[in-house]
């Protein structure tokens, strides 16, 4: 079959990098196994014009459409669906991703035919071959649809015993790759950590926990993960490549094993993680640098202590601290996240000013709390002091900015605005660079919600 992936939109005007979507690429992977005739058009990467994806919609001619939603990018998923069932209705329609997952009615509702939930390489093989036999659906793991009544169906999810399935190497020919400025790829998936402000793929796709009562997560044996690597810097030159595992990894053992492994390569290749702070300690992150990491991502959140608890963060301010302190130590350049506005005192909220002087960061990324569905400060924020104007604004559960329809009891949007504006003048006070001026030559860079342009990623390397 012909099978168009689209990747609408995010709704963050300012977000300025581009990494392919390795989830849809997955699936596209599976099906060109299988035969079907696949295409992915990624409009992060191509851009907003609808036109120019209509028209290669038409150009392609497919018999399915697959949208790949997360919530900031399904304002523009509805709006795609309704078009493409106005002007195709002969398309089939399947909707995955995590929103979809969340809000699978809201998907059939919009015009898609088909939710499927979970990782969708292990469904869309078999509902290609069943997709002109509805009542055969009720066979399939792991979807939901409407039956010839109009009533909807949801099926059981798949068991997968003791560990989950493996994860395939991507074939990169499904991408438009000179979008893209780096290459990405996974070494674990999933994380088994449960911070209150996060909407996780382990939580949210997967809606399963181990025995311990934590997300699963699957690590890739590292022998797999150095292939995938090779074969990105064989076939496609690659010399700089992002791992978008949640967790780098996961472990402290892991990471080594990889480190020594690919340090015996030998290859000209660098690569960027992300990673918990806690994770990393002067020996983690000096078998890093010396097996080409050169970059590394913290979430941080926030300088306090008590609100780290809060959130169930699972570390504190010293950890923080030895972390970022060894990584600096070794020569990696340290990116860090915090989110203002997690649930706290307006004391504990200016606690981060001080501890962000103290550590010196080369990157600062600043974003306000956004109680994303598939969070408990979603599902009930009154409990956290958190409002919600309009739970289905989902157009606002994005970062990049400062909306109106989310506020908070403990903190007021004065308060807030003041916070930021205080941050940003210790920052500047220190030699940092507004992300708004800043360029590569720029050592230290900082952005927040005030910001016009997002941080640059790999502004390094653009």
């Known amino acids: ?63 399915v459409a697959g949208f790949s939603v997360m919530t900031p990018s399904y304002p523009a998923a509805r709006r ?145 993960v150095v292939e995938e690597m090779r074969y990105l810097a064989d076939r496609y030159e690659a010399r700089q490549i992002f791992f978008a595992d949640d967790v780098f990894l996961l472990t402290r053992g892991n990471i080594l094993a990889f480190c020594e492994r690919w340090r015996r390569e030998g290859r000209p290749l660098d690569w960027i993680a ?66 203002f506005g997690l649930p706290g005192s307006v004391e504990e909220q200016y606690e981060t000013i001080p501890f962000l002087r103290e550590l010196r960061p080369h990157e600062v990324s600043i974003h306000q709390l956004v109680p994303f569905p598939g969070t408990d400060y979603y599902r009930r924020p009154e409990v956290y002091g958190v409002r919600i104007r309009d739970p289905k604004d989902f157009a606002s559960f994005s970062y990049g900015g400062l909306g109106d329809n989310v506020s908070f009891d403990y903190l007021s949007r004065g308060q807030l605005v003041e916070l930021l504006e205080r941050t940003t003048a210790m920052l500047e006070s220190e030699g940092y660079v507004s992300s708004d001026r800043a360029t590569a030559e720029d050592e230290y860079v900082y952005s927040t919600p005030l910001s016009a342009v997002s941080m640059r990623v790999f502004q390094r390397n653009d």
């Open 1 to 63: 079959m012909r099978v168009f992936f689209i990747v609408p939109r995010c709704h963050n005007l300012k977000q300025t990098y581009r990494e392919y979507p390795l989830g849809v690429g997955l699936i596209a992977t599976a099906l060109r196994r299988e035969g079907h005739d696949v295409a992915i058009y990624d409009e992060n990467a191509e851009g907003p014009d609808e036109e120019a994806l209509f028209g290669r919609l038409r150009e392609f001619h497919p018999e």
């Open 80 to 224: 795609q669906v309704a078009r493409l069932k106005a002007e195709s209705p002969g398309v089939r329609v399947v909707a995955g991703g995590i929103h979809a997952n969340l809000f699978p009615e809201d998907l059939l509702a919009d015009g898609a035919d088909v939710v499927v939930l979970g990782r969708g390489e292990r469904v869309m093989p078999a509902l290609l071959g069943c997709l002109d036999d509805r009542p055969s659906w009720q066979k399939l793991p792991g979807i939901v649809f409407r039956d010839r009544r109009g009533r909807i169906v949801r099926t059981p999810r798949a068991t997968e015993g003791a560990s989950p399935p493996g994860v395939d190497v991507v074939d990169r020919e499904v991408y438009n790759l000179p979008l893209y400025t780096h290459h990405s790829m996974m070494a674990s998936l999933g994380c088994p950590f449960r911070c209150a402000f996060c909407c996780n793929y382990s939580g949210a796709m997967l809606n399963e926990a181990g025995p311990d009562g934590q997300g699963r997560v699957l690590v890739r044996p590292t022998e797999q």
């Open 274 to 339: 992300q990673m918990r702070v806690d994770a990393l300690d002067g020996a983690v992150a000096d078998a890093m640098a010396g097996a080409g990491c050169r970059r590394v991502y913290f979430g941080v959140e926030s300088g306090s202590d008590a609100i780290l608890r809060r959130v169930q963060k699972g570390f504190d301010r010293e950890a923080i601290r030895l972390g970022i302190r060894a990584a600096k130590q070794a020569g990696l350049r340290v990116k860090t996240g915090w989110v």
